[in-house]
């Protein structure tokens, strides 16, 4: 028996659950980032993937990124604004967000309220990649990602 | 460009998806259930795993069965009763779930509602294993098993 894996039943209180750890969103302060935190799900070897929980607070956002794994995303609380490519969209609990190979992408709770989503991501996959200056005014050239980018 | 890959956004409405399909729970109905559907959220193979969405109407229920491979689960609507192993417990949602290898389970939407659940799974897995004549003996001789069994 696996003595990492999980009991098998975990309750939910207030976006918590019983015997997760809030993490910090990162483990190096590296990557720009705002008041965003991390829970694990699930990671156990034998599932492949990993499943975990972020939470923003009002006026907080993930780094602005890409990588060549892709990310599966749910809205679980709240609502807020999603870059993915080059389309900006309004999110909200429940709704799917797919990151592609390559696409950079930033989640923000823009509403003034917390923005919650869980991300299933492959247990095997690549650093991200931070933008470059260049990459930068590449994505403000276009000026819905201009305002998104300066939004709290 | 994968032509199998979904849109970035798709947004949720009443436990439905832009996009997602409502399908039979399973494929063909060799297996005891009752009253539920699946939608399939994320199966790209660059995932390694995929990530479903089942729900059942008030009095349904998953089939009982156990299977090498695991389910990670979370709740995402409604309240029902869930056996893991020898455990029946209430869950309601975004609870937990860890169904381990080889361990009987099933899901009942007990409280007059719908109950429906996020289960996330490797995309290489073995099939289910339905009990036996023995094994349902042997999972009725525990009361709180044998009750649960036969809630409605």
Redesign the interface.
């Known amino acids: 028996m696996d003595i990492e894996?999980?009991?098998?039943?975990?309750?939910?209180r207030d976006?918590r659950?019983d015997e997760?750890a809030c993490l910090p969103y990162k483990e190096d302060g590296a990557a720009p980032f705002k008041a965003i935190s991390r829970q694990v799900?699930?990671a156990?070897p034998?599932?492949?993937?990993e499943?975990r929980y972020f939470e923003m607070a009002a006026g907080g956002y993930s780094t602005l990124e890409r990588h060549e794994?892709?990310h599966?995303v749910?809205?679980?609380r709240g609502r807020g604004l999603?870059l993915?490519?080059e389309?900006v969209?309004p999110?909200?609990?429940?709704?799917?967000?797919?990151?592609?190979?390559w696409?950079w992408h930033q989640f923000r709770a823009t509403e003034g309220e917390p923005l919650g989503f869980?991300c299933?991501?492959?247990?095997?996959r690549d650093r991200p990649q931070l933008p470059t200056e260049q990459d930068l005014a590449a994505l403000k050239a276009n000026p819905t990602i201009a305002a998104f980018l300066t939004q709290a």
């Open positions: 894996q999980p009991t098998p039943f975990r309750a939910f976006f659950w997760v799900l699930f156990e034998q599932l492949g993937c499943w794994h892709m599966a749910m809205i679980l999603c993915v490519g389309t969209r999110v909200q609990a429940f709704d799917l967000v797919t990151i592609p190979s696409t869980l299933m991501v492959n247990a095997l």
